[in-house]
């Protein structure tokens, strides 16, 4: 379906005062920074930014971006003969490869998660968020493979999955913050994702294969 002309001056309003908002963090920290200057420096009501925004922290982890659902959807959303933690191989090799922004390969990003980390409610929001993901996965799991209630194996390998997840996005970020060019970390996450495959059990790695 084609944009309309509402819904794209609606995106790139969005957009732009999302971008501000990141900037005015980056440059003098989360919490240092209102709303109201935000509102300011994007040209637009304080209403505005809370009609696009619920929360401060949405500025800096959208919901559509930053969503607890993110490695149910990568599952339930597998091709025919896949595995649950071969889907989200792929996509994180696919995300690696790209120098996707999802997963932190872009330039600035090691500013900006300077910002994150020097901002409790931002960290508290990301240890959450890792908790949210793992559990939507292990529903998804349990679901799907018709699980007996009680039944541990669907967040065991949830754990696994998520855990790997986590793994590779501190890489990156241990890259970023090291100055490191998004080329140099796409490199070695890829290799650290060979060697993390080759560790996981058969049974995690055959678990939850989609047949239909």
């Given amino acids: 379906m084609t944009e309309g002309l509402r819904e794209r001056k609606k995106r790139q309003t969005r957009q732009r005062i999302s971008d501000v908002a990141i900037g005015l963090f980056v440059e003098r920290g989360f919490e240092h920074v209102t709303i109201a200057e935000v509102a300011a420096a994007a040209e637009v009501s304080v209403n505005t930014v809370y009609n696009y925004f619920q929360a401060k922290e949405d500025l800096v982890l959208p919901p559509e971006e930053a969503s607890p659902q993110r490695l149910a959807d990568i599952v339930r959303r597998r091709a025919r003969g896949e595995s649950a933690a071969g889907a989200v191989l792929a996509r994180l090799r696919e995300e690696v490869r790209g120098r996707e922004r999802r997963v932190g390969l872009s330039p600035g990003f090691g500013r900006f998660l300077e910002m994150v980390r020097g901002a409790p409610t931002l960290t508290a929001r990301l240890e959450d968020l890792g908790h949210q993901m793992t559990e939507a996965l292990a529903g998804v799991l349990a679901e799907e493979t018709g699980a007996a209630p009680g039944d541990p194996l669907p ?3 949830a ?3 998520g855990a790997l997840h986590a793994l590779v996005l501190s890489e990156i970020g241990r890259g970023a913050a090291a100055g490191e060019r998004p080329d140099a970390i796409a490199e070695r996450v890829l290799e650290l ?7 996981l059990s058969e049974r995690v790695l055959a678990y939850a294969v989609r047949e239909e």
């Avoid at 994702?193 to 560790?199: D, F, I, Q, R």
């Fill in 155 to 157: 967040r065991v390998v």
């Fill in 159 to 161: 754990w696994h999955v």
């Fill in 193 to 199: 994702l060979e060697v993390a495959e080759g560790l």
